[in-house]
């Protein structure tokens, strides 16, 4: 395995640990918030999003890309529309899906 492969793995089960940590609704009947902040994460984000998307759809999901070289912002986009999510890149927000 590769160091991107260690890399992706741990983010993975540090993605499932915010999941677990935050799984209930809280007291006031709002869906809790999972930001995730990302950095050319092209190869695994659509995956991931889509996995996050349909094992946890009682979070509301926020992806922040914090300068990536790659194809990550474009993949975001797309991927927003299709499954309702809102994110972050280059300091603007992002809600093609009327999330918020």
């Not at 999972?34 to 926020?62: S, Y």
């Not at 797309?78 to 994110?87: A, K």
Request: glycine share 8%; aromatic share 12%.
């Amino acid at each position: 395995m590769t160091i991107l492969g260690y890399i992706g793995a741990a983010f993975g089960c540090w993605v499932l640990w915010i999941l677990w940590k935050y799984r209930n609704v809280n007291a006031v009947g709002e869906m809790p918030l999972v930001k995730i902040i990302l950095q050319n994460q092209a190869e695994q984000l659509e995956g991931l999003v889509r996995w996050l998307c349909r094992r946890h759809p009682d979070v509301r999901l926020v992806l922040v890309d914090v300068g990536s070289t790659d194809d990550t912002p474009a993949i975001l986009r797309r991927l927003s529309v299709r499954y309702g999510f809102c994110f972050e890149t280059e300091g603007k927000r992002y809600n093609p899906a009327g999330v918020e």
